[in-house]
């Protein structure tokens, strides 16, 4: 399994990205290594789990305003069974208390409600767990709560954590999955503009801040998708188009699935 891109084209990604927000690479990559060593015991390797995403269709929620309309319009048209599902991050609750589905996969660095990611968890779901210079705190409280830990960087890999791309818990949840080479791939929940869910992270230090890491989130996608095959969609609904995602309705969703 090998990700979508190189890690030398990331990283000048990352280093772009370290300059906007000021970020710290040596806590980034102490935060590999403290990840590395809380899942030596917990972790599972990507490929094991291969079997459920490749030439399958892919819905990726994220936890964006309209993420709550989507999921009953998606039940609604019974499109849920028909995908493997990932979370991202706080949108985990939504699938929980919403529609009483356990995801697939769980994308996170831990900054959402970790209670129903644990819950999740125990229920069945994999999770993908980040680790930056940022989270060593929630690292070290809450990883070995965890079990089936995919460990995941935004710089050099290591023992059991892997750099599959990606910044934000939405976009490095598209790029993990487009690794394993799904059918295709959904975005729900996935607004990316002005306007932040209610689903999004528990605290949010600054509005500015957290709407330029959608814009990041936004762009990266755009430039992930120019580098795969596969079709992608996007039912979100939101008035920001990402490039190359091509906007559906839930009824030329059943179309295309069926």
């Known amino acids: 399994m090998k990700p979508i891109i190189n890690l030398e084209e990331w990283l000048q990604w990352y280093d772009r990205i370290n300059k906007l927000f000021n970020y710290d690479m040596n806590e980034d990559q102490r935060a590999t290594d403290i990840l590395s060593g809380l899942i030596s015991k917990s972790s599972i390797h990507p490929e094991s789990m291969e079997k459920f995403i490749t030439d399958k269709p892919v819905l990726v929620f994220g936890a964006g305003p309209s993420l709550e309309e989507n999921l009953y319009q998606l ?48 229920l069945g779901s994999t999770i993908v767990i980040h680790g930056h210079g940022d989270n060593i705190t929630q690292l070290k409280k809450y990883v070995s709560k965890f079990v089936n830990i995919i460990g995941t960087t935004q710089v050099k890999p290591t023992i059991n954590v892997y750099n599959f791309g990606g910044f934000t818990d939405g976009d490095r949840a598209v790029f993990f999955v487009a690794s394993m080479k799904p059918s295709m791939i959904v975005l729900a929940g996935m607004d990316l503009g002005q306007k932040i869910g209610k689903y999004s992270k528990e605290k949010i230090r600054s509005q500015e801040e957290k709407i330029l890491k959608l814009k990041i989130c936004k762009e990266l996608l755009e430039w992930l998708a120019s580098k795969v095959e596969m079709p992608l969609y996007n039912v979100t609904g939101s008035i920001e188009n990402i490039r190359r995602f091509k906007n559906v309705s839930f009824s030329e969703l059943v179309e295309i699935v069926s």
């Open 75 to 122: 039940q609604k048209e019974k499109l849920l069974e028909k995908f493997s599902i990932i979370s991202v991050n706080g949108a985990t609750t939504a699938l929980l208390k919403i529609v009483e589905l356990i995801p697939l996969f769980i994308v996170s660095d831990l900054d959402g409600n970790v209670e129903d990611l644990l819950n999740a968890n125990r």
